[in-house]
């Protein structure tokens, strides 16, 4: 229970913080030396639109899973449906399966993941330590937002038990 009321609170700040850095750049507020507003603008734009996408997809906290279902629907999702869904609605069009958006984007590494990333691992019953078979989305704080068997719609730690053994890479398509 304790574990919860934190990352709510963590949730909450960092979306409080995101708004407000939003409202900074969208009245022209000086944020940054000039030498470096450009590349903190790009940066951060990347990382807000990727966590309206991560905040779009924890809309989604419980929906069933169900492997191969309709990209059509938002009844059931399994895991490349619902990240193909929920980047769809902010323009990012995405292949249907895994293992094909992990071909798409450009690669990141671990250490640099932002909200918004798509992470891969090679995991569940077809699985061979080098295949794609599983996709999320890096929500920050070194969590995954993602859908597998029960509890359908997730949040997951990266960095622990079967999401650290089968990870496998990450791409940034935003």
Same mark, same amino acid.
């Given at each position: ?13 960092? !979306? ?14 000086? $944020? ?21 996408? /991560? ?24 895991? #490349? ?20 958006? #992990? ?14 990333? !798509?992470?891969?691992? #090679? ?13 999320? $989305? ?34 940034? /398509?935003?």
């Amino acid at each position: 229970m304790k574990q919860k009321q934190i990352i709510q609170k963590l949730v909450a700040v960092g !979306l409080c913080a995101s708004i407000g850095f939003t409202a900074m750049m969208a009245t022209g507020a000086d $944020v940054t030396e000039a030498s470096s507003s450009k590349s903190v603008s790009a940066s951060s734009a990347t990382s807000s639109k990727g966590t309206t996408i /991560v905040n779009y997809g924890k809309k989604f906290m419980g929906t069933p899973y169900k492997f191969g279902a309709s990209t059509s629907t938002t009844k059931v999702f399994d895991c #490349s449906s619902f990240m193909k869904y929920i980047f769809g609605k902010y323009g990012v069009k995405l292949p249907r399966t895994s293992a094909q958006q #992990s071909k798409v984007g450009v690669a990141v590494s671990k250490s640099n993941l932002k909200p918004g990333d !798509l992470v891969f691992f #090679s995991s569940g019953s077809r699985a061979n330590g080098k295949n794609v078979t599983h996709v999320a $989305v890096y929500a920050g704080n070194g969590k995954i937002l993602h859908t597998y068997g029960s509890p359908g719609v997730t949040i997951s730690d990266l960095n622990s038990g079967n999401w650290k053994r089968t990870y496998l890479k990450a791409r940034r /398509v935003l």
